[in-house]
Nanobody
Framework: QVQLVESGGGLVQAGGSLRLSCAAS????????MGWFRQAPGKERVFVAA????????NYAGSVKGRFTISRDNAKNTVYLQMNSLRPEDTAVYYC???????????????????WGQGTQVTVSS
């Protein structure tokens, strides 16, 4: 059974940084793409960033491009989201996710993701 456990969320002032981690278990981590999504209060969950199984390809939502960096350590079965220059509008619950199917490329659509973590809260104060 695939399990994803996020950590690293918290309260930070605008302009600050946080690094989220997502530890995966239950299958061969290095074979599967990973993604980060977020859901702000009263809003739908949206795509933030994705990374291919090998880590050589990444993709970002326009709102975070240049500020956030997704990476993975296949030896540690962990995917990261480094978030810099945080803004109040980045406040949300952040989720990591992974598809059940094998994709060699980044996966951008939520519909392709089958396994989700429980989420970690990120709050950015102004």
């Amino acid at each position: 059974q695939v399990q994803l456990v996020e950590s690293g969320g918290g309260l930070v002032q605008a302009g600050g940084s946080l690094r989220l981690s997502c530890a995966a278990s239950g299958r061969t981590f290095s074979r599967y793409a990973m993604g980060w999504f977020r859901q702000a209060p009263g809003k739908e969950r949206v795509f933030v960033a994705a990374i291919s199984s090998s880590g050589d390809s990444t993709n970002y939502a326009g709102s975070v491009k240049g500020r956030f960096t997704i990476s993975r350590d296949n030896a540690k079965n962990t995917v990261y989201l480094q978030m810099n220059s945080l803004r109040p509008e980045d406040t949300a619950v952040y989720y990591c996710a992974t598809p059940s199917l094998l994709f060699r490329v980044c996966v951008l659509s939520q519909d392709e993701y089958d396994y989700w973590g429980q989420g970690t809260q990120v709050t950015v104060s102004s």
